[in-house]
């Protein structure tokens, strides 16, 4: 069977929203990291920045000491703190030079910036720094002067680290409560699917004949089609079995008066004329059986095997003693299989009849249950047959002994109902002497059998 086939609905729902979730919640996150990354190292560099605006203001020269000096304090004690990463600079690229505190011996690289520039540097001890800078002129020098404003690039990359798990728990989480939400949304939506199942398996069942119809306007729709496809083809069937039985018997009584009507004709027309008519009788006999046997196979109710057949097993009880043919059977109570009444009873009534008609003294009836279904095994003390005879036996008419009563039918229409409900009849040597027939019949619906066991 084709495993898609297999996958249910629910399944199908949740693996195709499984599959959205795990290409669009990663995109997502990457696109909200990307966009929180790319506005806090703007916000940090516009820090930065202000902060340059201030060394800037402070910035003055000292024409008595002929020096730079800046007249504003930053407010900030971490450019007090040596080596903090916080720095500012102030130099000219040569002699002339201002830093913070925090610098202490080191410098900064200085590099033409005639607009605001910034970028990630490495500052003293390899720490990594995030730098913005400028060159300005200032009165009266003449060499235009390079401000550098620094801060760790730690702090920035700390601050991205959080928003990142951040990112990565809330989607997390978001993709675990959209799989709950589905799961309790499939379940409701597919509640009236399940319900349709169940009456469907009622039906199977033979529990009910029609599908519920108070389903949502789609599946109502369905389900009155498919009530109407069942009253339908059990009209069908029906019609069949009449339609079969009607002509069975029409052709009955010509046959009958031809066969009359042969014995007045000279040999050897008389005996071929004879022979054909026996062939259509034959015939007539056989497709009357099935007509009257055959119920509907696919909707087939759960019977108790003991029950339906008790009426069967007295009634040939009863003529084994007449016969002098001791009976005995072992059917338990709780055995059930999935076949109309008439048709089981049709099946071992005609192979207990077969027993009993060439049974010695004693003619026997047993079961098997399995988790695959039931056997069902018919065994006489008679003369039995030879590989031959039990492959001809099971041909349509044919009978092994003409002294004997009986069209020949018995064993091929219990071979054609056994197989209508997806079984199978085996004949073979019984443990008393005679014949054994075995009879399997399938626990599940014909759509989902497998082969039986050995």
Same mark, same amino acid.
């Given at each position: 069977?084709?495993?898609?086939?297999?996958?249910?609905?629910?399944?199908?729902?949740?693996?195709?929203?499984?599959?959205?979730?795990?290409?669009?919640?990663?995109?997502?996150?990457?696109?909200?990291?990307?966009?929180?990354?790319?506005?806090?190292?703007?916000?940090?560099?516009?820090?930065?920045?202000?902060?340059?605006?201030?060394?800037?203001?402070?910035?003055?020269?000292?024409?008595?000491?002929?020096?730079?000096?800046?007249?504003?304090?930053?407010?900030?004690?971490?450019?007090?703190?040596?080596?903090?990463?916080?720095?500012?600079?102030?130099?000219?690229?040569?002699?002339?030079?201002?830093?913070?505190?925090?610098?202490?011996?080191?410098?900064?690289?200085?590099?033409?910036?005639?607009?605001?520039?910034?970028?990630?540097?490495?500052?003293?001890?390899?720490?990594?720094?995030?730098?913005?800078?400028?060159?300005?002129?200032?009165?009266?020098?003449?060499?235009?002067?390079?401000?550098?404003?620094?801060?760790?690039?730690?702090?920035?990359?700390? /601050?991205? +680290? !959080?928003?990142?798990?951040?990112?990565?728990?809330? %989607? *997390?989480? &978001?993709?675990?409560? @959209?799989?709950? #939400? $589905?799961?309790?949304?499939?379940?409701?939506?597919?509640?009236?699917?399940?319900?349709?199942?169940?009456?469907?398996?009622?039906?199977?069942?033979? /529990?009910? +004949? !029609?599908?519920?119809?108070?389903?949502?306007?789609? %599946? *109502?729709? &369905?389900?009155?089609? @498919?009530?109407? #496809? $069942?009253?339908?083809?059990?009209?069908?069937?029906?019609?069949?079995?009449?339609?079969?039985?009607?002509?069975?018997?029409?052709?009955?009584?010509?046959?009958?008066?031809?066969?009359?009507?042969?014995?007045?004709?000279?040999?050897?027309?008389?005996?071929?004329?004879?022979?054909?008519?026996?062939?259509?009788?034959?015939?007539?006999?056989?497709?009357?059986?099935?007509?009257?046997?055959?119920?509907?196979?696919?909707?087939?109710?759960?019977?108790?095997?003991?029950?339906?057949?008790?009426?069967?097993?007295?009634?040939?009880?009863?003529?084994?003693?007449?016969?002098?043919?001791?009976?005995?059977?072992?059917?338990?109570?709780?055995?059930?299989?999935?076949?109309?009444?008439?048709?089981?009873?049709?099946?071992?009534?005609?192979?207990?009849?077969?027993?009993?008609?060439?049974?010695?003294?004693?003619?026997?009836?047993?079961?098997?249950?399995?988790?695959?279904?039931?056997?069902?095994?018919?065994?006489?003390?008679?003369?039995?047959?030879?590989?031959?005879?039990?492959?001809?036996?099971?041909?349509?008419?044919?009978?092994?002994?003409?002294?004997?009563?009986?069209?020949?039918?018995?064993?091929?229409?219990?071979?054609?109902?056994?197989?209508?409900?997806?079984?199978?009849?085996?004949?073979?040597?019984?443990?008393?002497?005679?014949?054994?027939?075995?009879?399997?019949?399938?626990?599940?619906?014909?759509?989902?059998?497998?082969?039986?066991?050995?």
């Amino acid at each position: 069977m084709n495993r898609k086939r297999r996958v249910s609905l629910a399944s199908r729902l949740m693996l195709a929203t499984l599959a959205v979730l795990v290409v669009v919640l990663p995109l997502a996150g990457l696109g909200f990291s990307q966009h929180f990354r790319t506005n806090a190292t703007d916000s940090f560099d516009r820090q930065l920045e202000a902060l340059l605006n201030v060394v800037v203001a402070g910035l003055a020269w000292d024409d008595v000491q002929q020096r730079l000096i800046q007249e504003r304090d930053l407010g900030d004690p971490r450019f007090e703190q040596v080596f903090s990463g916080w720095y500012w600079q102030i130099s000219d690229g040569g002699e002339r030079a201002l830093t913070s505190r925090s610098l202490w011996d080191q410098r900064l690289p200085v590099q033409d910036a005639p607009e605001v520039l910034r970028q990630d540097l490495p500052g003293p001890r390899g720490m990594p720094l995030r730098v913005v800078e400028r060159d300005i002129h200032l009165a009266p020098l003449d060499t235009p002067l390079h401000i550098s404003v620094s801060a760790p690039r730690q702090l920035l990359e700390r /601050e991205l +680290e !959080r928003f990142t798990q951040l990112v990565v728990f809330s %989607l *997390a989480g &978001l993709g675990l409560l @959209m799989l709950v #939400v $589905l799961a309790l949304q499939m379940r409701w939506g597919l509640a009236p699917l399940r319900r349709m199942q169940a009456d469907l398996a009622r039906v199977e069942n033979g /529990e009910a +004949e !029609r599908l519920d119809t108070a389903l949502p306007t789609e %599946l *109502a729709r &369905l389900a009155s089609a @498919m009530n109407g #496809v $069942l009253a339908r083809d059990r009209r069908l069937m029906e019609h069949a079995r009449h339609a079969a039985g009607n002509l069975a018997h029409a052709l009955k009584t010509p046959v009958s008066v031809l066969t009359t009507l042969a014995d007045a004709i000279e040999e050897p027309r008389r005996t071929r004329i004879r022979d054909e008519l026996s062939r259509i009788d034959t015939a007539v006999r056989h497709h009357l059986a099935r007509a009257t046997a055959a119920g509907d196979v696919g909707l087939a109710p759960r019977v108790a095997v003991a029950e339906v057949l008790a009426p069967i097993l007295e009634g040939l009880r009863r003529l084994g003693t007449r016969r002098g043919v001791t009976f005995d059977h072992d059917l338990p109570a709780n055995l059930h299989v999935r076949m109309a009444p008439q048709d089981l009873q049709e099946v071992v009534g005609n192979l207990l009849d077969n027993a009993l008609r060439w049974a010695c003294g004693r003619v026997s009836l047993h079961s098997r249950e399995t988790s695959e279904g039931l056997w069902l095994c018919v065994e006489d003390d008679g003369p039995g047959m030879n590989e031959a005879q039990r492959q001809a036996a099971m041909g349509r008419g044919a009978r092994l002994d003409e002294q004997r009563s009986g069209s020949g039918l018995g064993l091929a229409i219990v071979a054609d109902l056994v197989a209508l409900h997806g079984g199978r009849l085996t004949l073979d040597t019984s443990p008393l002497g005679g014949l054994s027939a075995r009879v399997w019949l399938p626990a599940q619906p014909l759509a989902e059998l497998q082969a039986p066991p050995a």
